[in-house]
């Protein structure tokens, strides 16, 4: 702003002093000299009222042009700021009052060389260009604005979109690996209990389930370190990690797993083409067959589990896991308590419905899931 007032200033110093010696150049001074000297000197001296106060400073200097030319170029130059810096109609008026002032200054202060009417017709002519000079700074000012503006929320907004996206993505791993976790540690619970409830078994037995335990302890760390690493990173994590997703040929191996753990699973494979499933369909699967499995052991330890999986491109796919209930509640497992909610989660998030009740004395998870063609 300091900047700008001494520009204005030296401007309308130097624009003061060129009317003043052209006006009295050829002219014996007297009075009248020494009048325009003074509201020379007082105009230079309001200049700068034109950029903190436009309309109040380009007023004053507009009543003094029409006393004497020499107020003429800060009283042009306070139109233009207004123009540039306030509403249309109040720059409409201020010009129209410098036209009035300078019609005025006209009849008494006789401008040489040019009739009366060209020169007020210049004078209007000017006004105007400086009133459509200044709207027009004012329009771009506004866009450039506008555009900034713009720009400063697109940012913002793509910020967002960014952290949204780290948000979903964490998250998505984090599901994965309370599927994960929760299968393996499950699997580790049954060879436990087995050892403790069975200690008269041969020692090879007892050392087989240890090696189970050990491997399977092993391999839970290892998921659990990579989960951890993945959601420390601040940069946002691509795919689901590192490890290589399951697919619908995996399901085979997951019942053996449970089988070897001493669950008994009757597995109905009718899938076409199971190789052609897409990612998405063939991994929420295989994790709500992974989760019902998981359930059963965790609160039907010992009852048969029957797993049914058939569909195919374009007819989509079909999942039902159910278990006989135990005659008796079953005592409180450990549970995060939101496997089943995350599953439906998962399952909505690819498009299908999951549904999961206690029927005849059965619990049944049941999923449905497209797959297009």
Do not use: C
């Amino acid at each position: 702003m300091v900047g700008a007032v001494a520009v204005v200033t030296a401007v309308s110093g130097v624009l003061i002093a060129v009317t003043l010696v052209s006006w009295w150049s050829d002219q014996p001074t007297g009075s009248l000299f020494v009048f325009d000297l003074v509201i020379g000197v007082l105009s230079w001296a309001l200049t700068p009222l034109i950029l903190w106060r436009p309309v109040l400073g380009t007023v004053v200097l507009t009543v003094l042009a029409a006393l004497s030319p020499v107020a003429t170029a800060p009283a042009t130059m306070g139109a233009l700021q207004v123009a540039r810096r306030r509403r249309f109609p109040v720059a409409i008026a201020v010009a129209a009052g410098g036209v009035v002032a300078h019609a005025v200054q006209g009849v008494w202060r006789a401008n040489g060389g040019m009739s009366y009417g060209w020169w007020l017709a210049l004078i209007t002519i000017g006004y105007g260009a400086l009133l459509g000079w200044g709207a027009w700074a004012q329009a771009r000012e506004a866009l450039i604005r506008s555009l900034h503006e713009r720009a400063r929320r697109a940012e913002a907004e793509q910020g967002r979109r960014v952290a949204e996206a780290r948000m979903l993505e964490r998250r998505k791993i984090a599901h994965e690996m309370h599927d994960v976790l929760a299968h393996r540690l499950s699997l580790l619970a049954t060879f436990a209990g087995a050892m403790e409830y069975r200690p008269d078994s041969s020692p090879e037995r007892l050392s087989q389930a240890a090696g189970v335990v050990r491997a399977g302890v092993h391999q839970a760390l290892e998921e659990l370190r990579e989960v951890i690493s993945l959601l420390r990173d601040d940069e946002p994590p691509t795919g689901e990690g590192t490890r290589p997703q399951p697919v619908l040929a995996d399901v085979p191996r997951l019942v053996d797993e449970s089988r070897d753990a001493g669950t008994e699973v009757l597995l109905r494979d009718a899938v076409d083409e199971p190789a052609e499933a897409p990612p998405a369909v063939a991994r929420t699967a295989y994790r709500v067959i992974q989760e019902g499995l998981t359930n059963a052991r965790k609160h039907a330890a010992g009852q048969p589990v029957e797993v049914e999986l058939r569909g195919g491109p374009g007819a989509g796919l079909l999942i039902d896991v159910r278990n006989k209930l135990p005659p008796r509640p079953a005592p409180p497992a450990w549970s995060g308590g939101a496997g089943l909610v995350g599953l439906t989660e998962r399952v909505s998030l690819a498009g299908g419905t999951l549904d999961h009740q206690e029927i005849g004395g059965e619990f049944r998870l049941h999923a449905s899931i497209p797959w297009p063609v």
